[in-house]
Antibody, heavy 116, light 107 residues
């Protein structure tokens, strides 16, 4: 069965960096685009970034452009989100999700807290 | 960018009721519209894709309709497990924006 498992979240000071990972299993990872979506405490869903199945194209929300980088390792079935220059407003649960007809599978999320 | 607006933001209903949630896009998106259900502390779950296609495993009491800019999610005969927050999302262009959510509560 399809599984997506995020890791790498935690508490970090403003201005610092963090890298999130999303381990995929149960499907041919290299055939699907992947998204990162975040949800601030008590708020709605915010799309963060998209990477195509082969990594050839990447797209970002304006709120993270220039600070976050999405990447993938198809040989290890893993998606990444490198987050630099973190701000308090980046505090959220970060989900990875598979790109298909809609976002058809989601991970359980990993919490990132940016605070001094 | 396309903006998605849901109404209402919150809704109270009783078991067995039929409810409808509306989603409006700021420009035409054909039928590139998806609906998700999210329960507290859990990841969202895809219910409907392409405006009216039921995701595998989703009960048939959920249905979607619409095209262009106006869409609806209908839940017939509300069950206890249906009380949750619902989001629409357009997949017509990147960025794939979400609506602000509709919180469905028990009356």
């Amino acid at each position: 069965q399809v599984q997506l498992v995020e890791s790498g979240g935690g508490m970090v000071q403003p201005g610092r960096s963090l890298r999130l990972s999303c381990a995929a299993s149960g499907f041919t990872f290299s055939s699907f685009g992947m998204h990162w979506v975040r949800q601030a405490p008590g708020k709605g869903l915010e799309w963060v970034a998209l990477i195509w199945y082969d990594g050839s194209n990447k797209y970002y929300a304006d709120s993270v452009k220039g600070r976050f980088t999405i990447s993938r390792d198809n040989s290890n079935n893993t998606l990444y989100l490198q987050m630099n220059s973190l701000r308090a407003e980046d505090t959220a649960v970060y989900y990875c999700a598979r790109r298909n007809e809609g976002f058809d599978y989601w991970g359980q999320g990993t919490l990132v807290t940016v605070s001094s | 960018d396309i903006q998605m607006t849901q109404s209402p933001s919150s809704l109270s209903a009783s078991l067995g009721d039929r409810v409808t949630i509306t989603c409006r896009a700021s420009q035409t998106i054909s039928t590139y519209l998806n609906w998700y259900q999210q329960k507290p502390g859990k990841a969202p779950k895809l219910l409907i894709y392409d405006a009216s296609s039921l995701q595998s495993g989703v009960p048939s009491r959920f249905s979607g309709s619409g095209s262009g800019t106006d869409f609806t999610l209908t839940i017939t005969s509300l069950q206890p497990e249906d009380f949750a927050t619902y989001y629409c999302q357009q997949s017509y262009i990147t960025p794939p924006a979400f609506g602000q959510g509709t919180n469905l509560e028990i009356k």
